[in-house]
């Protein structure tokens, strides 16, 4: 049975997408248009942190032209980062016991045509999916070769850093299943924007869960600007830096013997 199909019994038929938005008025229409052609049964949380430009109204009226009820939206009062979204968001749909939930962006740098290939793979019994650009079939697209070099350094560094084979682990299009949110400790992660997706896959792998990469092509967002700063690179290396540290002195005590 192909994922997202109605009625089936598998978990990505009660798959929900978060997508958080912060000025994203030109984008969230169309991205929300080409996840249901894509995928007609999946149901979309946005996730809104007060947008100036009317992000959440429009998303308010495309949730109300929704006759199926597959768009929800979330109003929430500050923007306070990418992970604070995503927590919320992860919340939400583990009150109303979706199997599976998945990060997107909503500038179109994730392609919702391909959100299929990280269903099936948890329809296989992976515990965590991630679209990667760095396997053999990803790519990147018009993006700045500046942007492309620090994201390869920082998926190297972590890589190497945490011991994980991940090649894109700070990647930000994932599916989740409900086991693994359930088994982290939400409120315990701070980590905002780029760190945030190194945090969750080096938690869900601490806890023995089983994370897997498709390929993916990642475009660059043709409408807004992109929310990422010299700020979040660095709370990502500092942070990073100290799991590993934190994670080879636990690994020499244990085989020392404390």
């Not at 249901?36 to 949380?45: E, G, K, M, Y």
């Not at 010299?230 to 690994?251: C, D, F, H, P, S």
Request: charged share 25%; net charge negative; hydrophobic share 40%.
């Amino acid at each position: 049975m192909a994922a997202g199909t109605p009625g089936g019994d598998t978990p990505s038929a009660h798959t929900l997408v978060i997508i958080p938005t912060y000025n994203e008025r030109e984008n969230i229409g169309l991205i929300i248009g080409r996840l249901h052609a894509a995928l007609p049964n999946t149901h979309v949380l946005v996730a809104d942190d007060g947008s100036p430009d009317g992000t959440g109204d429009l998303a308010d009226k495309l949730a109300e032209q929704d006759a199926a009820g597959r768009i929800h939206v979330m109003h929430r009062t500050e923007k306070n980062g990418l992970g604070a979204a995503y927590i919320a968001g992860f919340k939400w749909g583990l009150e109303r016991d979706y199997r599976v939930i998945v990060e997107m962006d909503a500038d179109g740098s994730h392609a919702p045509e391909q959100l299929h290939r990280l269903l099936d793979q948890i329809d296989a019994g992976a515990d965590v999916v991630a679209g990667s650009r760095y396997v053999p079939g990803g790519s990147v697209v018009n993006w700045p070769k500046r942007r492309e070099f620090l994201s390869r350094g920082g998926n190297i560094y972590s890589r190497l850093a945490l011991g994980v084979k991940i090649k894109d682990i700070t990647g930000g299009f994932r599916a989740y299943r409900r086991e693994v949110l359930v088994a982290l400790d939400l409120d315990a992660v701070e980590s905002h924007g780029y760190c945030f997706q190194v945090d969750l896959a080096w938690r869900a792998i601490q806890h023995g869960f089983t994370m897997v990469e498709v390929p993916i092509t990642f475009t660059e967002r043709e409408f807004g600007e992109s929310k990422m700063d010299g700020n979040i690179v660095q709370e990502a290396l500092l942070k990073v830096t100290v799991w590993g540290m934190r994670n080879r002195w636990n690994k020499a005590k244990a085989l020392f013997g404390k």
